[in-house]
Structure formats: C-alpha cells, structure tokens
C-alpha cells in the first residue's frame, strides 16, 4: 500500500509504527477523516520508526485530528541528511502541515 504525498510515493499509511523500519526517510503524519487523508506534520530521520514513537509533536498530532492518526514513510537509503531535509521542506512549502511550524 502507497500514498502520495507530493510527487513521492510513501509507504503506508498505518495506523501502528508496528510495520515502520529504522532506516533512514521522511515521514509524514495524516489524519485519516471523512475518507481523506490530511497532512498535519512531515519530518526526517535516520532512524524513522524511533523518531515516530519518541516524537515531541505528537500531541499536537493528537490535538489536531479528530480522526484517526495514521504514519507513512518514504524511505531514502540513497540520501544523506541533507537530501532528506531537502524532501521535508519541498514538502511543508508545498502542504505547510500544521504540527511543526516554528
């Protein structure tokens, strides 16, 4: 399963880090409503799933969807961090997710 977010296709979404791997990616967190998925935050990690489950954003992850809360990952072996971080703000310019602004 595969959503696309941008012109990235992500692995997911899953309501669980359950089926998320500790490899190098970008993440995004959707609130899956009314049989949409809405963006609500994106990052980077070099280890996704602990980055997810650790979070500091997750309560506004929380406060922000009425939902259910779901995670997909767009995997980046190829990329250093700067290549991720290159992704994740292509796509908060492009969605502008409401978790994560400073």
């Known amino acids: 399963m ?4 941008g012109n990235y296709s992500f692995e997911g979404p899953y309501t669980s880090t359950d089926k998320l791997e500790n490899k190098s990616g970008v993440y ?14 994106i990052g980077e990690s070099s280890e996704v799933k602990n980055r997810v489950e ?11 969807c009425k939902g ?11 990329l250093q ?3 991720r971080i290159n992704v994740e703000q292509e796509l908060r310019q492009q969605y502008d997710p409401i978790c994560g602004k400073k």
């Not at 009314?34 to 963006?39: N, P, V």
């Open 68 to 78: 259910t809360l779901t995670v997909s990952v767009y995997y980046t072996p190829g």
């Open 54 to 64: 650790n979070h500091d954003r997750k309560e506004c992850w929380g406060k922000n």
């Open 28 to 41: 995004a967190i959707h609130c899956y409503l009314d049989g949409k998925y809405y963006l609500i935050d």
């Open 2 to 5: 595969s959503i696309a977010v």
């Open 81 to 83: 961090q700067q290549g």
